[in-house]
């Protein structure tokens, strides 16, 4: 019996992976949590063959989670499922030590497809949208793009100010401080020779950062 635990915030999303993992005879979901803390709690007392984690969640980012699991629990395999699209986090989740990258529209067979190639074959799961990326990373170390420079957290904010949250709401959605917020934004200015939100959310569209 292959042993999933889940890390998703949303409730409706951890019903819906439960539904189709565990109507499959060799699937079993053993633990589920809406944070990183729970999370870890679960991961102490539960040694699942495999993690299916998202990559937004409170406090804590699932890529900064997924960092700190590849280190605590090296043999614990970690599969992101993420509302974002492979251009935004695929490859910096895979360089972080993911076995495989999905969107939430792959919640269905595709999802049981990667739990068992990387818990059976001990294979990383690569779908075609994500080597696409892999593909376009080759040869590109002369002219990075300015928003490799930035942090995960960062990035993730970059994002999220381009597609236009206000700081309140970045705050709320990461459990993080506006104040907070506000340092992020400015580091990101100040690495990438931004001015301005409008800036941001220029550079963002034209790097298609934006979904």
Do not use: W
Not at 67 to 90: C, G, M, N
Request: aromatic share 4%; proline share 3%.
């Amino acid at each position: 019996m292959i042993k999933v635990v889940i890390a998703d915030d949303h409730p409706f999303i951890r019903e819906g992976i439960k539904k189709i993992v565990n109507g499959k005879t060799d699937l079993e979901v053993v633990g589920e949590a809406e944070n990183g803390n729970e999370l870890l709690d679960i991961l102490e007392s539960k040694k699942p063959n495999i993690l299916v984690l998202d990559i937004t969640m409170p406090g804590q980012s699932g890529l900064e989670l997924l960092k700190r699991i590849t280190k605590l629990y090296p043999e614990i395999p970690v599969l992101i499922l993420s509302i974002h699209s492979e251009e935004r986090f695929a490859i910096r989740a895979l360089k972080a030590g993911a076995y495989g990258y999905l969107t939430k529209t792959s919640i269905s067979e595709e999802l049981i497809k990667a739990i068992r190639k990387i818990t059976v074959e001990n294979r990383k799961y690569i779908t075609s949208a994500v080597a696409e990326q892999l593909a376009s990373q080759v040869g590109i170390n002369k002219d990075n793009p300015l928003h490799k420079k930035l942090s995960d957290r960062e990035f993730q904010v970059l994002c999220m100010i381009a597609s236009g949250m206000k700081v309140t709401a970045i705050a709320k959605d990461l459990a993080l401080s506006p104040q907070t917020i506000h340092t992020y934004r400015s580091r990101i200015k100040e690495k990438m020779n931004l001015s301005s939100n409008v800036e941001m959310t220029r550079y963002a569209i034209e790097n298609n950062l934006i979904e």
